[in-house]
Nanobody, 136 residues
Framework: QVQLVESGGGSVQAGGSLRLSCAAS????????MAWFRQTPGKEREGVAT???????SYVDSVKGRFTISRDNAENTLYLQMNSLQSEDTAMYYCAAGALKRKYGKFGLLSFVCPGTHEYNEYNYWGQGTQVTVSS
């Protein structure tokens, strides 16, 4: 059974940095995709970044150039390095894992890709979250 445990959240002033970690267990061939999402009370869960087991990170526009997603497959750990934090980044941050999805491209060519930052319902496994608070 897949279990995800986030850590590294906290309070920081605007412009500061934090590094989130997600320790994963029970991962297998069926869960090559991992991602970070965030949510504030009263708002929908927002995708932050995704990454495949072999790399290929993807980011939501609002964090490009500031956040870096990475993973250590040997240690089964997902990371999110967050720099130049802004008050708008304040949220509960969640780690997620899931399977590849089918994607049909030009001429009907089939490929398999990780669900995007807008597809939180495609991720099957979730951690409990870690709070990030950025004060201005």
């Amino acid at each position: 059974q897949v279990q995800l445990v986030e850590s590294g959240g906290g309070s920081v002033q605007a412009g500061g940095s934090l590094r989130l970690s997600c320790a994963a267990s029970g991962m297998g061939d069926g869960t090559p995709c991992m991602a970070w999402f965030r949510q504030t009370p009263g708002k929908e869960r927002e995708g932050v970044a995704t990454i495949y087991r072999g790399g290929s990170p993807s980011y939501v526009d609002s964090v490009k150039g500031r956040f870096t997603i990475s993973r250590d497959n040997a240690e089964n750990t997902l990371y999110l390095q967050m720099n130049s934090l802004q008050s708008e980044d304040t949220a509960m941050y969640y780690c997620a894992a899931g399977a590849l999805k089918r994607k049909y491209g030009k001429f009907g060519l089939l490929s398999f890709v990780c669900p995007g930052t807008h597809e939180y319902n495609e991720y099957n496994y979730w951690g409990q979250g870690t709070q990030v608070t950025v004060s201005s």
